[in-house]
């Protein structure tokens, strides 16, 4: 099949964008609980009305895709992000805030299920892997930016005497003075729109999915639901997720509260690392699959996650600083490699477990609100220490593991033997 360099760039796009609007609570959660006078629990709903879209959603968005195609079902996910966005943007409170974040929410879950399948035929399925691990490099990459835009609009437009041109001009006409944060969201509103009009008349491909790619019936999913193995896969995802968006989502206000740095520049710079540094972990983790089993890879990197965890919480601010970025570049290679072995597990019913798995994604939205709640009464540090059990799940997974096939590494004793 000839590759379709413009659609496959169009769902590089995509993905940049789902990462760029998923990504960015943590930096505004200082600001969200002085603007609206939030306990942690309060504000911890936010990220939970969000990924508990995606636990929600993930199964059905599957059936939407198999009856009316992907390229409806991305319009209409990004139109749920534009109503999601613009309602908060236009009435900025707490219980638009909810109701905001589970409409973007369900935007992105109907996406990550549109978007994978439609990869493998506009660009080739000879060239899926490389397009894939692309794909989560421009999904980092957004991370990573996502928390500098943030800084740059919320610092202008609170400063009167800072930069001037368009994007901001206009921002200032419609985003209240207390509320700078909120700009974010009629950046978010806007890019929907775009990408709304930009796929609404792209010519995409028609997919054929193939039988490990397709939901199977609802007797199925219960029927794996029923299996050990599939629990205990389940239960890696819901806690990667949970470790991951519990860092995302509490860092900021955690170095806010015990070392005293500003949200705005430390915290939004530490998360923005955080992100960058998984990209870059990705790379790493790449390379170290063709030469280990993945098996010692999570293990490997699962320690050192919590080893640089336990600096980050019980150091200092200088510490800090360096520690949290590192916990996101030992959790890089964590979804894959879970993923993986959860498939390479089980025989059959490849598509039906990759929609039970994806909607361990809620871990996204229940870890951190536990975390919140704990740390209303005994401290935001006692609340994070439950990273230490997700991560020690994680890291469980390695020792306990038996997928049928296990990944190929370089064989050093038959390039001996070539030689």
Known sequence: MNRNYFIVGLIMFVFFVISFLTNIMGPLVPAIIEDFDLSLTLVAILPFAF??????????????VERYGEQKVMVWAFFMSFIGALSLALFPNYLMAILS???????????????????????????FAFNSVMAQMLFGLASFLSPLAYTYLVTNLDDKAGASNFLLDSLARVVPENLSWVS?????????????????????????????????????????????????????????????QGVNNWVSE??????GADPLTVGATVISRFWGLMTLGTLLGLLLL???????????FSAAAIVSLTVALFGGLDAAVIAFPLVGFFASVMWSILISLSLNSVAEHHGTIAGVLVTGIVGGAVWPLIIGSIGDVFGLKTGMLLLYISLGYILSV??????????????????????
């Open 51 to 64: 990924f508990v879209a995606y636990g929600v959603f993930s199964i059905p968005s599957g059936v939407l």
């Open 101 to 127: 974040l589970f409409f973007i929410g369900t935007g992105m879950a109907m996406l990550q299920v549109a978007i994978n399948p439609l990869l493998r035929t506009a660009g080739g399925e000879e060239h």
């Open 184 to 244: 974010m969201y009629w950046l978010f509103a806007l890019i929907s729109l775009i990408m709304v009009v930009l796929i609404k008349f792209s010519k995409l491909p028609r997919v054929e999915l193939k039988e490990d790619e397709r939901v199977g019936k609802w007797s199925t999913i219960v029927g794996l639901i029923k299996r050990p193995v599939i629990i205990l896969y389940f239960l890696g995802i819901f806690f990667y997720v949970g470790s991951e």
């Open 254 to 259: 955690f170095l806010q509260t015990y070392h």
């Open 290 to 300: 063709k030469l280990i089993d993945s098996r010692y890879v999570l293990i490997g």
């Open 398 to 419: 390695g020792f306990w593991a038996r997928p049928l096939v296990t990944n190929k590494t370089v064989n050093w004793n038959k390039n001996n033997e070539d030689k």
